[in-house]
Nanobody
Framework: QVQLVESGGGLVQAGGSLRLSCAAS????????MGWYRQAPGKQRELVAT???????HYADSVKGRFTVSRDNAENTVYLQMNSLKPEDTAVYYC?????????WGKGTLVTVSS
């Protein structure tokens, strides 16, 4: 089993920054992809960014140039640096770890961006 614990959410003004962290524990294998998804009120969960153990990253178009995903393989931790935040970034942000045969989720952390 895998456990994911997010931290770092909160309230920030538009234009501000936040850094999310997610620590994974349990049966972590080498061939995994970690990342972040978000779900705004009344909307479906959507991909924000993912990163492989080798450091290859992928971003949603809506966050490119503003968000940066990174990871510490030794600590099984993934980060999301969010800059130039906009009110439309308001959502619950979920950490994700994908490794065969499972797909694991954290409980989420709320990010609120005020205008």
């Amino acid at each position: 089993q895998v456990q994911l614990v997010e931290s770092g959410g909160g309230l920030v003004q538009a234009g501000g920054s936040l850094r999310l962290s997610c620590a994974a524990s349990g049966s972590i294998f080498s061939g995994n992809v970690m990342g972040w998804y978000r779900q705004a009120p009344g909307k479906q969960r959507e991909l924000v960014a993912t990163i492989t153990r080798g450091g290859s990253s992928h971003y949603a178009d809506s966050v490119k140039g503003r968000f940066t995903v990174s990871r510490d393989n030794a600590e099984n931790t993934v980060y999301l640096q969010m800059n130039s935040l906009k009110p439309e970034d308001t959502a619950v942000y979920y950490c994700n770890l994908l490794q065969f045969p499972g797909n694991y989720w954290g409980k989420g952390t709320l990010v609120t961006v005020s205008s």
